[in-house]
Structure formats: C-alpha cells, structure tokens
T-cell receptor, first 114, second 114 residues
C-alpha cells in the first residue's frame, strides 16, 4: 500500500516568509509525528498527534512553529517568519497507534531559508 | 529522559567484510529499540526493531541486532556488506507508554569500498 507522503519535496523561501509543509500518513494510522533533521542537531522530535487527543507539542522549538491535523489524517506543519536556522529536512512519520508500534517515515521536505 | 549514543560517526568497510555498528541507550525501563537506514536524499527506512522476547532480532537486507540489557546496547550487524549498504544508519529508542516520540542517535555513515 501507499506509504507516508510529504509535499513539497523541496522548498526554498526567503527569510521572514511563512511556509506550510504537508504530510499524508498511511491510511488508517492514528498517530502522526513530525521530526526535523538538521546538520547541527541531528533528528529532533517536533510534535505528535494521536487520534483526537491533544497533541504533544513539547518538541516545537519556538512559537513560530505550529501544526494541525485535520480529520485525523492529513497534517500541516507551519513555520511563520522563517529564519535561516529553520533550514532542515522536515520528516513526517505515522504509526498504527497501538501498543507496540513502528513509525514509518515519509521522504521528507527539504527546506532552505535564504 | 532517554538518550542514544552512536559512538562511530563514520565507518568504512570493504565489500564482503562483516559490519558492526554500535548503539548504546539510556532509558529507565525496557526500551523499544529500532534501527533505521537513510540513503542520500531519502527518508528513513526501518531495518529492524526490538520490543521484547528473543534478544537477537532479524531485519531486512540481511541485518540483525542484539539487545544486551546489561550493556545497554543494541548493536547492528551484517555478516557480509554489499556496496548498496552504503548509507547512514540511525539507532533510536522509544518509550512504550507516555511520550511516543523516538529519540535518535546522531547516526553512523557507512562507506563501502570495492
């Protein structure tokens, strides 16, 4: 079946602009995660959605970052007033949400802030 | 808080040689452990996982890993490396309850010489 998909694959933006990154999880997966992969920080957790529960936002680095998940499926990560340090690969993962779960990752969105 | 250490940043092996990538974790309870592989420009692909039971787990592409609780380790092994195994390898630890986000090591880049 289809895996996790993300769009766009690449995004170049100017400092100060807002960007939206999209994630389509595997059908039926109730849990969705966003991670960031950057040269200096490695792979970092950003935010986690599980069903209708309140999201775990503990990994968001600043209030410029936000995410939503509509209808328990597609998620959008929004970065407002982008900064050069936001340049990274943003990875989305989904899982079944059951007890012993495996996270399946999408190909990522490469964000470059000029 | 959980943490993962991959002490080898970069490893070079000859094609056909055996491989062992080291991973040490810190976690208060029995961890969920994963190895992922990332090829250039790609997302993360799951190689194998350990949740419980047999401490030697088999994965895809001929990889295996052994969970050693006494050493807090989960090393990845392959008896004979192929050129196509050149990639970056990430060890990750997850919690069974509560926060479900994975904590990743910094990765080991594998180079394969002909």
């Amino acid at each position: 079946g289809a895996g996790v998909s993300q769009s766009p694959s690449n995004k170049v933006t100017e400092k100060g602009k807002d960007v939206e990154l999209r994630c389509d999880p595997i059908s039926g997966h109730t849990a969705l995660y966003w991670y960031r992969q950057s040269l200096g920080q490695g792979l970092e957790f950003l935010i986690y959605f599980q069903g209708n529960s309140a999201p775990d936002k503990s990994g968001l680095p600043s209030d410029r970052f936000s995410a939503e998940r509509t209808g328990g499926s597609v998620s959008t990560l929004t970065i407002q007033r982008t900064q050069q340090e936001d340049s990274a690969v943003y990875l989305c993962a989904s899982s079944s949400g059951t007890h012993q779960e495996t996270q399946y990752f999408g190909p990522g969105t490469r964000l470059l802030v000029l | 808080a959980q943490s993962v250490t991959q002490p080898d940043i970069h490893i070079t092996v000859s094609e056909g040689a055996s491989l062992e990538l080291r991973c040490n974790y810190s976690y208060g309870a029995t961890p969920y452990l994963f190895w992922y592989v990332q090829s250039p420009g790609q997302g993360l692909q799951l190689l194998l996982k350990y949740f419980s039971g047999d401490t030697l787990v088999q994965g895809i592409k001929g990889f295996e890993a052994e969970f050693k609780r006494s050493q807090s380790s989960f090393n990845l092994r392959k008896p004979s490396v192929h050129w196509s195994d050149a990639a970056e390898y990430f060890c990750a630890v997850g919690a069974g309850t509560g926060r479900r986000a994975l904590t990743f090591g910094s990765g080991t880049r594998l180079q394969v010489q002909p």
